[in-house]
Each structure stands twice: as structure tokens, then as C-alpha cells.
């Protein structure tokens, strides 16, 4: 594949990447989205907590405390514009102990601080009456009435899509391998490992890195960046590699920082406990958690979790026998009702530490380069704001921004059957006989969504599920997994021992079964 030249390259497709991109695609530029997963989402972003914080837990002062709130504010107008559910039901971080006290008062002072709306702390009869399935030992809480939920992989697919309608370009099963760098040669003061060919200064991700207060300076220069798709060369890049930014920063040199990951487990209920709550609840925080939390979720369901535990190990997505019951133990003591037998998966989620703030920052080292590290919570909730701040200092950067005329915010989202009244059901099927036929009975999707979810990109089992749906329910993808194996096989004109169920190396199909009789 020969070499593609961009205005601008953004690494990595979660949630903080795709708001980028979109936030970008506004202007007269072309943007590249590079991803090495299969899909969009399908790194940090798919295992969190789908909340959407207020903002009183973040220290004032930081990038968290500010962009939290202002992230926040910029909810309803961007999931309406794409089409994407978000609901504003408020949290409650919930007193149990005389100690827990002190602890709301100054998470209030806090929020205050960071200038979030409609703080107060509710006595146990307002707490009884609005959460009555709380335990008995609640007496106070904290309550912000501007927190919410929202499914995070549709948020991040929406946000790819409505990207992609207004011309960035999204190149997924692409991963970035070097970065070089085009431009004066810089003159180096110190023993770095920099190894140099006649036009470019080649920073190797096995090089010693520098930090941010090194002696020397790349101007005006642009980036080769090698991937296993091919070269793409671009005047600027931004850094949104989730877990692996910090490679992806000493690629150009670049450190001062490392992501170690921190596992967190959670239960999924199923959608017949999804109103044992009414708000988000938190227990009272810890220095070093927010704690396990009790969460319904805009599809219904109830999430329960996470615990947290520091590893080494970038992909260790595992859930554990003790992990789990320390989340369940966590979760009743909240709500005491909720109940293994209402548990019908459960997953993990990894998150990306690099200290206690977020990294957004340009470097007169390397102009033109921007990490954007670190986003763990409230990472979700401040997409939106770190898209517009990542944009400001790319105008500093010297990134020219016209403003496109046709620019378009506005995306449809798949129309899901089990939705729609009975007279909108008959419509659509008299308009596409393919939503008369139910692919997946736990969700009630019809096979009409699922070719649509394949026609917008999905091409995996988890591209369907975080699309439509399907594998959601109760029984996990029992019934229809197979269906929507057969139906990705038709649609994309490949075998079904082709089709993965998140890329790479995770065919679901060895063999036909009378292939393998032939061996007995």
C-alpha cells in the first residue's frame, strides 16, 4: 500500500478518540482515525460503568474537575444530534456510617468548587422515599441531580459514524508500529537512543524516550507513520492509544509517563432487577476508589461493579470467582435485594493510569504531536469537552481551521423493533419484510437491523451485539449467535469459519462437524 498524507492522524478509536474525530470532521481537513482493533470501542472504552459524572469527586483545579463538568454540560445536545440515549437520572453517594459523613460534606464543598449545579445532601427520608430498596443503614446522601447514563460503545460507534458521514476517514485492524519524524534534524544534548537516516529522525519504541523538558526542538515537521496496513504520512498527530499511548508517545520521543492498567470487574443484571434503583449509587468514596456502584443502565439492565486491581498485563480482560463476589459483596451492601440469580453475565474492564490527572498537552519538543493519556474516569463523561480542548491547542499547534459549510451533525440511529409501537412494528414490515423476522428474542431484534449494522461497518459477533444488540440478553448470544454468524457470512461473502467475534484471533468456528467425523 503506498503512502496516504493527512492534515491530521488521531491514534486510537475509544470514546475520546471518536469525539475528536468528530469535533474535527466540522472543519476543512483531512483526518485519519487509526484503530488496531477490529472495531471502534472495542479497547478501554467497552468494559466502564456508562456514567456520566457530575464532577464533585474531581480535585478543583485539574483537568478532571473542569472537563468532567463541562463534558457533562454537552450530554444532551451531542446525543441528541446523533441519536444516541442518554438519560440525566442523577447519582447518590450514600452514607452508611457516622464516618461516611464529613465525607459527603466535603465531596459538597468539592462540587461547589467545581461550579456543579443542584448539590445537596438529602436526609434519610427524602433517601427512603426516592431509593427504597437502599439499605436500612442509609441515612444521607449526596445528591447530583446533573449525573446520567449512557451506553458507551453506541456513544463511540455514533460518534465514528457521524465522523466518517463528514469525511474523516476510519481505517480499523490497523495498528501503528513507528513514528518518524520529518523535519530539521534536531541537535541532541544528551545520550538518547535516536537513531537517524538521511530525512527523518526515527524514535523506535524500544528507544530510550525523553521527557518533556529535553534540549531539543522538531519544528514544522511531519510524521510518517508506519502501520501494518501501510505508511500515512500527516502534519500533525493526536495520541488517544487508550493503554498504549505511552508507546505510542516514545514512539516520537516523547515521555515523562507510563500507563499501567488497573482491572475492574462488574455483574450484568438482567432487565427484571433494572429498577431495584432510580438513581446512580455510590458508597462513599475511599481515598484511592470511587467504590462499587449500583447502576441501571439506558437499556434496562443493572450494572454492578467495579472492583479494582493493578496489573502488568495489558490485555488481562478475565473475570475471577473472587472478583466477582467481592463485587456482589460490594453491591448488597447498597441494595440489599439484588441477588446472584439476576446476574446474567459478567465482564471486565481495564482502565489506563498515568497519576492523577488527565495528559493533554503539546510538546515544543516535537510540534505538532499531542497526548491525549490518561483517560481513565471520568474519561466518558469528559469526551465531549476533551474534543474542544484538544482542538484549542491544536490552534496553538498552528493547525489552520476553516469551518465546513455542509458540515452535517446529524446521524440517524439504527431504528431498533423492539421500540417502536405495534402500528410502527406493521409499517416496517410492510416496508422491509426482513423486520418480521426476530434474530435475537432476548432483545427482540429483526434481521433488518442486523444487515444494517453490517451495511454501517460492523463485521463481528461484538460489532452486532454493541450495534443492535444482539447476544445481550439473557441467554448471551445461546439462541442467536449462531443465526447472526450465518447472517455476517451471507452478507460480508465469506465462509462462517471466517467470522471472529471481536478480530484477530477469535474465529468462533473451527470446522464443519463433518469435517471432523472424517478423523475418527
Not at 427520608?125 to 449512557?150: D, Y
Not at 431498533?416 to 410492510?430: A, N
Not at 439473557?474 to 460480508?492: D, N, S, T, V, W
Request: aromatic share 6%.
Amino acid at each position: 500500500m503506498g503512502k496516504e498524507s493527512y492534515d491530521l492522524a488521531i491514534v486510537g478509536a475509544g470514546i475520546t478518540g471518536t469525539a475528536i474525530a468528530r469535533e474535527l470532521s466540522q472543519y476543512n481537513l483531512r483526518v485519519v482515525l487509526i484503530e488496531k482493533e477490529a472495531d471502534v470501542s472495542f479497547g478501554t472504552t467497552k468494559g466502564n460503568s456508562a456514567i456520566v459524572h457530575a464532577g464533585f469527586d474531581d480535585q478543583p483545579g485539574t483537568l478532571k474537575g473542569k472537563l468532567c463538568r463541562e463534558g457533562n454540560a454537552l450530554y444532551e445536545r451531542l446525543c441528541q444530534e446523533i441519536e444516541v440515549p442518554f438519560k440525566r437520572i442523577g447519582s447518590l453517594v450514600v452514607a452508611t456510617r457516622k464516618s461516611d459523613y464529613p465525607i459527603l460534606k466535603e465531596l459538597l464543598a468539592r462540587g461547589r468548587a467545581n461550579n456543579v449545579p443542584g448539590l445537596e445532601i438529602w436526609d434519610k427520608e427524602t433517601l427512603r422515599k426516592e431509593e427504597p430498596n437502599l439499605t436500612s443503614s442509609a441515612f444521607a446522601a449526596l445528591f447530583a441531580p446533573t449525573a446520567g447514563i449512557v451506553s458507551p460503545h453506541e456513544l463511540t460507534i455514533a460518534l465514528m459514524e457521524n465522523a466518517r458521514d463528514n469525511g474523516v476517514e476510519v481505517r480499523l485492524e490497523t495498528e501503528v508500529v513507528e513514528i518518524r519524524i520529518h523535519g530539521p534534524r534536531p541537535t541532541v544534548h544528551s545520550p538518547w537512543s535516536i537513531v537517524h537516516s538521511p530525512q527523518s529522525t526515527v524514535h523506535s519504541p524500544q528507544s530510550t524516550v525523553h521527557s518533556p523538558q529535553s534540549k531539543f526542538k522538531i519544528q514544522n515537521s511531519k510524521f510518517k507513520i508506519q502501520t501494518s496496513r501501510g505508511m500515512i504520512e500527516s502534519k500533525f498527530v493526536v495520541n488517544a492509544a487508550g493503554l498504549y499511548a505511552d508507546k505510542i508517545s516514545r514512539m516520537v520521543g516523547i515521555g515523562g509517563f507510563k500507563i499501567t492498567p488497573a482491572k475492574g470487574e462488574y455483574l450484568l443484571g438482567d432487565k427484571e432487577v433494572g429498577n431495584l434503583v432510580n438513581h446512580v449509587v455510590f458508597p462513599t468514596p475511599t481515598p484511592t476508589s470511587k467504590g462499587i456502584v449500583v447502576v441501571p443502565t439506558v437499556d434496562g439492565n443493572l450494572i454492578l461493579g467495579p472492583n479494582e486491581k493493578g496489573l502488568k498485563d495489558k490485555s488481562n480482560l478475565s473475570t475471577t470467582k473472587e472478583g466477582q463476589e467481592e463485587v456482589f459483596r460490594g453491591a448488597q451492601k447498597l441494595v440489599p435485594r439484588v441477588s446472584l440469580r439476576d446476574v446474567i453475565t459478567s465482564f471486565a474492564g481495564l482502565r489506563a493510569r498515568a497519576g492523577d490527572d488527565f495528559i493533554i498537552s503539546a510538546y515544543p519538543e516535537v510540534k505538532g504531536f499531542i497526548n491525549v493519556a490518561g483517560i481513565k474516569s471520568p474519561g466518558l463523561s469528559a469526551a465531549p469537552a476533551i474534543a474542544k480542548y484538544v482542538l484549542r491547542i491544536l490552534q496553538e499547534e498552528g493547525l489552520s481551521l476553516k469551518k465546513k459549510k455542509e458540515f452535517n451533525p446529524l446521524r440517524k440511529k439504527i431504528i431498533k423493533f423492539s421500540e417502536v409501537s405495534f402500528e410502527e412494528r406493521v409499517k416496517l414490515i410492510k416496508r422491509d419484510s426482513d423486520y418480521g423476522l426476530i434474530v435475537c428474542r432476548c432483545e427482540k431484534v429483526s434481521l433488518a437491523e442486523v444487515k444494517e449494522a453490517i451495511r454501517r461497518g460492523a463485521r463481528t459477533l461484538d460489532g452486532i451485539k454493541y450495534r443492535v444488540r444482539c447476544g445481550m440478553g439473557r441467554c448471551q448470544g445461546g439462541f442467536c449467535g449462531p443465526r447472526i454468524i450465518m447472517i455476517l457470512a451471507k452478507e460480508l461473502g465469506i465462509s462462517p469459519k471466517e467470522i471472529t467475534k471481536k478480530g484477530k484471533d477469535s474465529k468462533v468456528l473451527l470446522s464443519k462437524t463433518k469435517e471432523l467425523r472424517r478423523f475418527r
